[in-house]
T-cell receptor
């Protein structure tokens, strides 16, 4: 199955700033998924990123707040813009592999 | 609207006994179900999956049972080991390469 390198693993950010999270996959994949896990809650899909097209966002998530780039088949970034304490979460990228989905190790974001 | 529900937030089982984790879903379009294990500070790790054409899938100590009429699936771990202590998420999808909807997780504690 694919191996995903996600960074940063954690960060503490000031409100009003932005953070870009990167995911690098060791193989070419068509779709990459970005999830958020807020404290005590389940994983929630933010958007699906296809190479060469605009990301598809789930209800409650918008491109201005979570811009996504997908410049090639092995790489994607998610930016959390104009952060507030409510954005404090774990953010994960994911790709589909044989038998299931593989996840990055996650980015634990704390906004102060 | 929580389409995938794990009603037990925690479960404690003695080492060597069977662990049974339950999951219910409401969306009849789901045709693919997965279980993930998550350790603290790590991303979810894929465990086992089942498609709606089956009612059982087994992989070593892990067996997933699907009851489509009841919209219920369960994960059996036998024998349970201390290293199985983690949070377990069930997830469901509709069609291949589809977004996953996750349950809120069940924290399993395997005691000596």
């Amino acid at each position: 199955s694919a191996v995903i390198s996600q960074k940063p693993s954690r960060d503490i950010c000031q409100r009003g700033t932005s953070l870009t999270i990167q995911c690098q996959v060791d193989s070419q994949v068509t779709m990459m998924f970005w999830y958020r896990q807020q404290p005590g809650q389940s994983l929630t899909l933010i958007a699906t990123a296809n190479q060469g097209s605009e990301a598809t966002y789930e209800s409650g998530f918008v491109i201005d707040k979570f811009p996504i780039s997908r410049p090639n088949l092995t790489f994607s970034t998610l930016t959390v813009s104009n952060m507030s304490p409510e954005d404090s979460s774990i953010y994960l990228c994911s790709v589909e592999g044989s038998g299931g989905y593989t996840f990055g190790s996650g980015t634990r974001l704390t906004v102060v | 609207d929580q389409q995938v529900k794990q009603n037990s937030p925690s479960l404690s089982v003695q080492e060597g006994r069977i662990s049974i984790l339950n999951c219910d879903y409401t969306n009849s379009m789901f045709d693919y179900f997965l279980w993930y294990k998550k350790y603290p500070a790590e991303g979810p790790t894929f465990l086992i999956s089942i498609s709606s054409i089956k009612d059982k899938n087994e992989d070593g100590r892990f067996t997933v049972f699907l009851n489509k009429s009841a919209k219920h699936l369960s994960l059996h771990i036998v024998p349970s080991q201390p290293g199985d202590s983690a949070v377990y998420f069930c997830a469901a999808g509709a069609g291949t390469a589809s977004k996953l909807t996750f349950g809120t997780g069940t924290r399993l504690q395997v005691t000596l």
